[in-house]
């Protein structure tokens, strides 16, 4: 009953060493943190058309009492507020970006060296009526194949779920 796609990604985390599996785990609450910050940017956007308007602000930003009771002031404060988190989300995101793409890396070479080590098992026969050389670089071609199609969008799905997620729980919640 398991769609092809989730067939592959549990063979693929069978292949693969417990370090890269731990790897995959260590990129979710960094992709939790990142889907948070992105939450805090929703929410000061909103909180920003509503001053804009000029509705009632309901719920209250938590510490607005902190805050100038001039409208202009607190939009200049919570515009400033809204570019900070904004580049502190955008830092989250490339940070996310960069373990996916170190970890992708780190599936490509483990890949390889089972390949590798699957070729090298071969028996002497196999060498003398096939060109090694092909071999190699089909299943190098192959392996890279697999990492630019496959493991990087799994691993951008996985990270994506928890963002879209928490965006779309704060859009339902400021809707009200």
């Known amino acids: 009953m398991y769609s092809i796609t989730l067939r592959l990604v549990f063979r693929l985390l069978k292949i693969l060493s417990k370090e890269r599996r731990k790897s995959l785990y260590r990129i979710i609450p960094l992709a939790i943190v990142a889907g948070l910050a992105d939450v805090l940017v929703v929410g000061l956007v ?10 009632e602000n309901r719920p209250s930003i938590p510490f607005s009492d902190l805050f100038s ?10 515009i400033s507020i809204y570019i900070l988190f904004n580049w502190i989300a955008s830092f989250l995101k490339l940070s996310l970006r960069a373990f996916q793409e170190r970890l992708r890396a780190s599936i490509f070479i483990d890949l390889s060296q089972i390949a590798q080590e ?9 060498f003398l009526t096939e060109k090694s050389e092909e071999i190699s670089s089909k299943v190098i071609l192959n392996i890279q194949r697999v990492c630019e199609k496959f493991v990087r969008p799994v691993l951008q799905i996985v990270s994506g779920f928890f963002i879209v997620t928490f965006i779309f729980i704060a859009i339902l919640s400021f809707a009200k």
Not at 46 to 55: A, D, P, Y
Not at 69 to 78: G, H, N, R, T, Y
């Open 46 to 55: 909103s909180r920003l058309f509503v001053i804009l308007v000029g509705k």
């Open 69 to 78: 009771s001039d409208p202009f002031m607190k939009l200049v404060i919570l």
């Open 118 to 126: 699957n070729i090298f098992n071969q028996k002497y026969d196999f």
